[in-house]
């Protein structure tokens, strides 16, 4: 999850597919990033949340925050959030998730930088 302060850049990468493989990259590097165990004990809600990740805490987090009024977006490198769930699962999830305003990023990757 990341804290959109305003500071730094995060650049979001639409690709092809990627691989299965996990994606690993260090997001304190940037003092932006937090832990799902952090966005549970802010001292104050953010304005803006990029959530990194389709599985089922990231997109239960999404939906939090979203539902306190921030404005969220969720990204992550499959078609649909949710990988492994059913397919008409992870349609509806989907479906319900930008319907409620969540903005979602399919085939999408972090790139940090100075850009």
Do not use: C, W
């Amino acid at each position: 999850m990341l804290k959109a302060s305003g500071t730094k850049r995060l650049k979001l990468q639409h690709d092809e597919p990627l691989s299965s493989s996990a994606f690993k990259f260090n997001l304190r590097r940037y003092n932006l990033g937090i832990t799902s165990d952090e966005a549970l004990s802010l001292g104050t809600q953010p304005k803006r949340v990029i959530v990194i990740g389709g599985g089922y805490i990231a997109v239960e987090f999404a939906g939090i925050y979203n539902g306190l009024g921030s404005e969220v977006q969720i990204v992550y490198r499959q078609p649909l959030p949710l990988r492994g769930f059913d397919e008409e699962v992870r349609q509806t999830v989907a479906n319900n998730l930008e319907g409620r305003g969540v903005k979602a990023g399919a085939y999408t990757r972090p790139l940090f930088g100075s850009t």
